[in-house]
């Protein structure tokens, strides 16, 4: 499959299960290699010749189609760019394993987050998307989190680890918290 990402289209890149790293695609180079922009998190030499997957949506009018290959950091530049080598072919991709249940589905959940409520999006047993009602938490990509789900059928605590983090337009911030033990909420919500 050809390199099918346009200019500015963001991209991330996943080193494991350590968080997700957001950037945006900047220019092909020779012998396979690529530029990108960071976005969040910024990564240091440490990260270099770490195998990474990248995974982008190849039609932005069809947001479920991503797209994954796996490719190897090959520098950083001085002006916050990586280099990165791919190492397969790009192929269809999908990120999670698990069903995620949107607020709707589940009107009787809540979810404090570090003893603080916050607001659930939607959630899976892999893992949550929440908003913070207060800002004042400084909460970066890589922390681990206490959180305390709140359901109908009873209370359950988890520990997550914040894996990507975004204000909206309202200037409230959102997490992507991945769940370490993932088979333990499943009975609450499915």
């Known amino acids: 499959m050809r390199f099918n990402i346009k200019p500015q289209q963001e991209i991330y890149l996943h080193p494991g299960e350590r968080f997700i790293i957001r950037c945006r695609f900047q220019q092909i180079l020779p012998h396979s290699h690529f530029a990108v922009e960071q976005i969040e998190p910024l990564i240091d030499e440490q990260s270099l010749n770490e195998n990474v997957l990248v995974t982008y949506s190849a039609d932005n009018t069809k947001p479920h189609r991503r797209y994954s290959f796996e490719a190897k950091i090959k520098g950083l530049t001085t002006e916050g760019s990586i280099i990165l080598q791919k190492l397969k072919n790009p192929k269809p991709h999908e990120l999670r394993n698990k069903p995620r249940i949107d607020k709707n589905t589940l009107p009787h959940i809540r979810v404090k987050c570090q003893k603080k409520e916050s607001q659930v999006i939607d959630i899976s047993s892999n893992g ?37 983090k975004w204000d909206d337009e309202f200037q409230r911030v959102h997490l992507a918290i991945f769940f370490e033990e993932n088979d333990r909420i499943g009975k609450f919500i499915y």
């Open 128 to 164: 949550a998307h929440i908003i913070l009602y207060e800002s004042d938490i400084e909460l970066k990509i890589g922390t681990k989190v206490n959180l305390k789900l709140i359901f109908d059928s009873g209370d359950m605590e988890i520990e997550g680890k914040i894996i990507r």
